[in-house]
């Protein structure tokens, strides 16, 4: 991770171009704890960079001061996996909605998640399609109406919190956009972790399923006595009806990029003087 | 020096010549083994080569390696071009050079895995929404393996897009000794050196903020940059300004979509590639690519050694059709002849340009090769 001396302030992590979501959108509250999360962890907007997909949610790279890669629905995990094993001293993000991430994504996460690629990934669960106009998604409750489910749908909500542990992610957490506070400390937590970061935000849709009440009520704080490193007391907090929000596991193994480096070296690549000084310079 | 060697082992020699540093890939036949090369090599120069967990993932990986700064090539077969097409667009709609190999197999579905075929010609080019120009190279040996793969990464910096190197399943599996010297070398441009050259990597708008996809003219590139080189940039699969940002703005995004495909229409003679071996009198011109082109340039000795006179044209730059060389070839002939294992899809762009000449084709979707006699059949 490559830090400045003096942080940048949050105003000027903002790129001159205003986010377009509605009025109350819970997206910009995950927008604001990022922003703040960059200054406060003193990054430098040249070595971060933020790989998106398709949704509302996936505007978000060109809302922040930093590389921007606004790519193709689905498909941001394996733009951040090729970015940050290209260049690994990049403090890399992948960010957008469930959509993207459970649904047409979904094949891409137990990927990452195993293969413990060192990226934050922020998905900003608010249960529907935002921006094709209000479709149930892979989070969405049964019996959601909608013109797509005129008939009320009955296919069983994902559990993102634990479909991530059993693949085997090295930290999982949850947040609420409507308590930035405590989501900056999240996202913070999340890039300071060495591996693949996964942070669920619920992010409520106001336009096509405003669940701020929803949310409110059924999200609680992490228990305090609840210890990240075990996996199974994580499981058992995540299946449970109530919502927590916090971090629910965190293992420390190496990260990908270590592991080509190691890679790298069995294969008979040692790092010369020439080479180390090389990625000094870049 | 000689050795005994394949196609996929040239592509991957071809590519570490020309500073790949980063792969990924998906198993398939007849591709595998450019996979499973790479996973051994790339390492052993610091590169990383990936499997991934399915071509979208392979290709999206690549496009975020290069952004990020890396020489990047993914390779599969036809179903695997078929999982690559959304993220092709991206790379066209981004301008990210990219090399793409599609070891052909025959026919739709998972088709004849382990047999032979051309059908992916029109595919390749049309392969992604919207329509818009790729580059596309075919050897026809395992020596051009070599020196097209190191072109199509000179091709990929030069124009910022994906360069497709089209071979077969025959031509990348089957052993052949090959002579060390005929391995050609092809130089390849630094990162950054599109049309306007190194050294300006900051390219400014009007208002001087930065404006990575800035081109002019219509047909200029906008130098490379990439992620970490100091400057916040912004890349995006949407319809962009020169700063990247979205826009329904009518006359930047009509001049982007024009730019794209004028920036490597308007330069068909910087990617032309051909062999041609026209003989004066010559009434039939053969025309093949790829493997077919071997037994091609068999017959034409052949058919020479019997007095015969014939002309030959092998395409190694399929798409933007060469169209200067093939006319040039098409000059005095009465007929064209165009050998390619598929029912015909590359005569259709000879038929456009074959004005007043009768266009014949061999074709075969059986598996096998064209033979050289079936050349000779047809030579009148
Ligand atoms: C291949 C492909 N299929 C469909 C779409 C249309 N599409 C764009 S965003 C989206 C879903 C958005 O939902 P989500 O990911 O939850 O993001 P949100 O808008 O809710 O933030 C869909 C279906 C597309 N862009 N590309
Ligand atoms: S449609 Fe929903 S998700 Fe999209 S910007 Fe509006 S409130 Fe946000
Ligand atoms: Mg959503």
């Not at chain 2, 010549?17 to 390492?43: D, H, K, Q, V, W």
């Not at chain 2, 999206?60 to 090539?73: D, E, S, V, Y």
């Not at chain 2, 399943?169 to 070398?185: C, R």
Request: proline content about 7%.
């Amino acid at each position: 991770m490559i830090t400045l001396a003096e942080p940048i302030k949050v105003k000027d992590w903002k790129s001159d171009v205003k986010p377009i979501w509605c009025p109350g959108c819970g997206d910009y509250g995950v927008l604001n704890s990022l922003l703040k999360a960059l200054s406060d962890l003193k990054l430098d907007p040249d070595h971060v960079a933020i790989a998106s997909g398709i949704g509302c949610s996936g505007r978000f790279p060109a809302f922040v001061n930093a590389y921007g890669f606004h790519g193709v629905h689905g498909r941001a995990l394996p733009l951040a996996t090729g970015i940050k094993t290209a260049n690994p001293e990049l403090t890399v993000f992948a960010v957008g909605g469930d959509g993207d991430a459970f649904s047409i994504g979904g094949g891409h996460l137990p990927h990452a998640a195993r293969r413990n690629v060192d990226v934050t990934y922020v998905v900003m669960d608010n249960e529907i399609y935002g921006l094709t106009k209000g479709q149930p998604s892979p989070t969405s409750p049964i019996g959601m109406e909608r013109k797509a489910s005129p008939y009320g749908t009955y296919d069983a909500p994902l559990n993102p919190i634990a479909m991530v542990l059993s693949y085997g992610a090295s930290f999982v957490a949850r947040g609420f956009s409507s308590q930035p506070r405590e989501l900056t400390e999240l996202i913070k937590r999340g890039v300071q972790h060495q591996g693949f970061s996964f942070i669920q935000v619920m992010s409520p849709c106001v336009t096509f399923f405003d669940t701020y009440a929803y949310f409110k009520e059924i999200t609680a704080p992490m228990p305090e006595s609840h210890d990240p490193s075990d996996r199974m007391a994580a499981m058992q907090l995540a299946l449970e009806r109530t919502q927590y929000l916090g971090v629910f596991y965190e293992d420390n193994r190496p990260p990908h990029h270590v592991h080509m480096e190691e890679l790298q070296e069995k294969a008979g690549n040692h790092l010369t003087l020439e080479k180390l000084l090389e990625r000094f310079q870049r | 020096m000689r050795e005994f060697t394949d196609g996929s082992t040239a592509i991957v020699r071809g590519a570490l010549a020309a500073g790949c540093t980063f792969f990924a890939g998906y198993p398939i036949t007849p591709a595998s083994p450019i996979l499973m090369t790479m996973m051994r090599e790339l390492p052993k120069v610091g590169g990383v080569a990936i499997q991934a967990e399915d071509e979208i993932s392979a290709v999206g990986m690549c496009i975020g390696a290069t952004m990020a700064g890396a020489r990047t090539m993914t390779a599969t077969s036809g179903p695997g071009i078929s999982l690559y097409s959304e993220n092709i667009g991206l790379a066209v709609m981004g301008e990210v050079p990219l090399v793409v190999v599609d070891v052909q197999r025959l026919g739709p579905a998972t088709g004849g895995a382990t047999t032979v075929g051309q059908g992916d010609v029109q595919f390749v080019r049309w392969g992604t929404a919207g329509g818009y120009p790729v580059i596309v190279l075919a050897p026809s040996s395992i020596p051009e393996c070599y020196s097209l793969t190191m072109r199509a990464f000179d091709l990929a910096e030069r124009f910022r897009c994906p360069v497709f190197l089209l071979t077969d399943k025959e031509l990348n599996y089957t052993m052949n000794t090959v002579e060390l010297d005929e391995y050609q070398d092809v130089p390849v441009r630094e990162r950054g050196a599109g049309s306007e050259g190194p050294g300006m990597p900051k390219t400014q708008d009007s208002m001087g903020l930065f404006a990575p996809y800035r081109y002019h003219p219509p047909d200029g590139v906008p130098p490379m940059v990439h992620f970490g080189q100091d400057v916040v940039l912004r890349f995006t699969g949407s319809t962009h300004d020169e700063r990247a940002f979205i826009t329904k703005h009518p006359p930047t995004v009509d001049a982007l979509n024009r730019h794209l495909a004028a920036k490597i229409e308007e330069h068909r003679d910087e990617i032309e590639l051909v062999t041609a071996d026209l003989e004066p009198g010559a009434r039939t011109l053969l025309l093949s690519y790829g493997v077919t082109a071997r037994a091609m340039r068999e017959a034409v000795q052949k058919a020479r050694g019997g007095g015969q006179k014939v002309s030959a044209l092998t395409i190694h730059s399929l798409w933007p059709t060469p169209e200067t060389a093939i006319e040039t070839a098409l000059d005095g002939v009465e007929r064209v002849v165009v050998a390619e294992l598929n029912l015909g899809q590359y005569r259709r762009e000879i038929e456009r340009i074959a004005h007043g000449c009768e266009v014949l084709g061999i074709n075969r979707v059986d598996g096998e090769l064209i033979s050289p006699d079936q050349f000779l059949e047809v030579i009148r």
